[in-house]
Nanobody
Framework: VQLQASGGGLVQAGGSLRLSCTTSGRTFSRYVVGWFRQAPGKEREFVAA???????MYTDSVKGRFIISRDNAKNTVYLRMNSLKPEDTAVYHC??????????????????WGQGTQVTVSS
């Protein structure tokens, strides 16, 4: 399964972006898909994840601002990011795997990773 993340860019604080994670893999719909981000000098951190049926999980810092969704027919997962803050600046990666729910936020449960897309939020 090859993942392609896109949709990043430069936006002012308070603005919005929508990231997309697409794949050509036929079994994509079976996987949990997560978004992780890594800012310069910081460790990679979990952002959000969605199951094949649409169940979701978010890290506390993005709750109420980000929405993760998926369209299995299009083999695409979206991350809608609203009310962006400078601290959201990072490279965002999507990943697919089969972690149990309690481990959705752990990167170790994801088998496949995309190359990342840069999100920069200016103050």
């Amino acid at each position: 399964v090859q993942l392609q993340a896109s949709g990043g860019g430069l936006v002012q604080a308070g603005g919005s972006l929508r990231l997309s994670c697409t794949t050509s893999g036929r079994t994509f719909s079976r996987y949990v898909v997560g978004w992780f981000r890594q800012a310069p000098g910081k460790e990679r951190e979990f952002v959000a994840a969605v199951s094949w049926s649409g169940g979701s999980m978010y890290t506390d810092s993005v709750k109420g601002r980000f929405i993760i969704s998926r369209d299995n027919a299009k083999n695409t997962v979206y991350l809608r990011m609203n009310s962006l803050k400078p601290e959201d600046t990072a490279v965002y990666h999507c990943a697919a795997g089969s972690p149990v729910y309690s481990s959705w936020s752990q990167s170790g449960g994801y088998y496949y990773w995309g190359q990342g897309t840069q999100v920069t939020v200016s103050s």
